[in-house]
Each structure stands twice: as C-alpha cells, then as structure tokens.
C-alpha cells in the first residue's frame, strides 16, 4: 500500500481501524460480530491491514497520576548553533533520558519537540538543568506544562 | 498499594503490549494466575488503563501533520471551551492539548498534502473562535515516540 491509497480502505476496514485504535485487545471475533463479518473474515481483513502498515505500533496506556508522574511538559528546543551541531549526537543523547517519552524533529520556532514527565514540579526542574539543559548544543528551551489532552478519532471517525 | 512485581509487568507489558501473560508471569517468577489477577487488578485500579494501536497517518496518505499553537484571547470568559468545542469538530484534527504557559492549546493537524493543509488551514483553523495567535510547528520526523513511563 503506498502513500495516497486511503481509498483502498473501504468503510469496513476503517471502522477496524477505529476500533483497534481506542482498544487494541479486541479479538477478530468480537470485532466481526460488531461489524457483521465472520471471524475468518474479520481476522483476514486485520492481517491485511498489519500487512500494509497501518499501525505503526501498539501502546500500552498507563495512567500516569496514579504512578507518581504527576507532570507533563512538552519542551520547544532550539538548537544553539546550526552550521557546526551535529542533530545525530543531540538525538542520540535525548533519546537515552527515561523521562522523555517523545522526541519529534520539527520545522519551524523550534527544531525539537518533546514530551516529557516527571513526578512533580521540582523533579522537572531537575530533569531540565541536569538532562536537558546539558544536551550537546541545545539552546533556546521554552516549556508548557499540560493541563489536558484528548486523542480524537481522526479523518476516519469522520466517514 | 503497588510492589515491586506490579512495577515489573508494567515495565514488560509496556516494553511489549502483545507479550503473553505465561511470559509476563515466567519473567516475573509468578504464576500465569497469579499474574493474570494482577493485571485485572491494575486494570480495576485504574493504573492500567488499556491498550491500542498507534495509526500510521502517512500509510493512509496523510503526508503532512502539523503541530498548531494556540494562544487565546482570554478577554472572552468562554474562550477556551468555544475554541474546544470547535476544534473539536474538525476530522483532520487527531489531538487536543492544553497547557499552562505561553501557549493555551495546541492541535495536532493531518493533511494529505501541503495543498490540502492550506485549505484546511484557511476554511477550518484560522476560522476556529477567539485565536489571539497562531505557530505552526511541521513535522519533519518522530525521533521518539515510546511514551512509556519511567517505572
């Protein structure tokens, strides 16, 4: 399946996709019950989308709070001198910290966009000017604390 | 409340959701049982909340996803759950944030194309209610994105 080929989904297969995105443990079973589909034929239509790399992957949602993460910052970073950096040692070093759970190269304000989390304020501020803040050539570093956040079902929830 | 052997399946499970219960409980020298009635304990806890499949957005031929940053105009008592309640109904919108800080919200946005998203961008954004400023960030690639929780 290449780029552009959505309308190779048609509507059965989008609603499994939809469905494995807000609950990944349902069974082809389950779901071709819910769809009106045997569960060969469920379970084939899953094969096939796995097959074509629609999920790039399966996560395991925890809830954080009852953890002890009570804080989530997304940090905007800005690399300090772009000519002679090397984004290979910046990436490699940022990826190795435990508390950073995303790390995307963006364009724009700033060259990096992360999620981080940690106990509470103070133990951000420790993971900021202990793993951040000495990052090989960072430079510009503004934080967000999140308040609330909600995934919503996309293009695909819209059909 | 949690033990050490709660922290452990939590490490594993989420190292590999699809990880067999039988493995979880070899690995963390319990029985399959005994394993399995603590996952049903940390699911009715609420600590395990669920699972589910992260889309491929570019395989749908979603090429372009752009992070937007909102800054509202909190003169207007309802700002905030207007803008909501609009963004909200755009379907090219796959997540919402709020945050304290200089930025008040930020919409993660998918198009098929940077044409696509220019449309977008004029018909359905920059009409959303009481933006008092706008940063877009492009997406060039996701270097990370285990999101798991240092346990």
Redesign the interface.
């Known amino acids: 399946?290449s780029?552009?080929?959505?309308?190779e989904?048609d509507e059965t297969d989008r609603e499994i996709?939809c469905a494995?995105?807000?609950?990944?443990?349902r069974s082809a079973g389950a779901l071709g019950r819910d769809l009106g589909l045997s569960q060969p034929a469920a379970w084939r239509r899953i094969r096939r989308l796995h097959e074509?790399?629609?999920?790039?992957?399966?996560?395991?949602?925890?809830?954080?709070e009852?953890?002890g993460?009570g804080v989530t910052v997304?940090l905007?970073i800005k690399l300090a001198s772009k000519g002679r950096v090397s984004l290979e040692d910046f990436?490699r070093a940022?990826?190795a910290i435990?508390?950073?759970?995303?790390?995307?190269?963006?364009?724009?304000?700033?060259d990096?966009?992360l999620?981080v989390?940690a106990r509470d304020l103070s133990d951000f501020e420790r993971v900021l000017r202990r793993r951040i803040m000495t990052l090989p050539s960072v430079g510009n570093v503004?934080?967000?604390?999140?308040?609330?956040?909600?995934?919503?079902?996309?293009?695909?929830?819209?059909l | 409340m949690?033990d050490d052997v709660d922290h452990r399946l939590?490490r594993l499970?989420?190292s590999d959701?699809?990880i067999p219960v039988s493995e979880l409980a070899e690995r963390c020298a319990i029985q399959p049982a005994t394993a399995s009635r603590r996952l049903d304990k940390l699911t009715n806890?609420?600590?395990?909340?669920?699972?589910?499949?992260?889309?491929?957005?570019?395989?749908?031929?979603?090429?372009v996803e752009v992070?937007l940053r909102f800054t509202l105009d909190k003169t207007q008592p309802r700002a905030f759950d207007e803008f909501l309640a609009e963004a909200?109904k755009v379907?090219?919108?796959?997540?919402?944030?709020?945050?304290?800080?200089?930025?008040d919200v930020?919409l993660s946005v998918?198009a098929?194309d940077m044409r696509h998203y220019q449309a977008l961008y004029r018909d359905r954004i920059l009409t959303l209610p009481h933006i008092a400023d706008i940063?877009?960030?492009?997406?060039?690639?996701?270097?990370?994105?285990?999101?798991?929780?240092?346990?």
Do not use: C
């Open positions: 399946m780029a552009g080929s959505f309308n989904l996709v494995l995105a807000a609950d990944a443990t074509n790399g629609v999920f790039s992957g399966r996560r395991v949602d925890l809830n954080a009852a953890l993460f997304f905007g990436e940022v990826t435990p508390e950073v759970q995303t790390v995307q190269h963006v364009l724009g304000l700033y990096y966009r999620r989390v503004e934080a967000n604390v999140l308040l609330s956040e909600e995934r919503l079902p996309g293009p695909l929830g819209a | 949690l939590l499970l989420q959701p699809t806890n609420g600590v395990l909340v669920g699972q589910r499949m992260v889309i491929d957005w570019t395989k749908l031929g979603y090429a992070s909200r379907p090219e919108v796959i997540a919402i944030q709020t945050f304290l800080g200089r930025v930020r998918i098929r940063e877009a960030l492009m997406h060039v690639a996701t270097i990370k994105a285990t999101e798991t929780l240092p346990i």
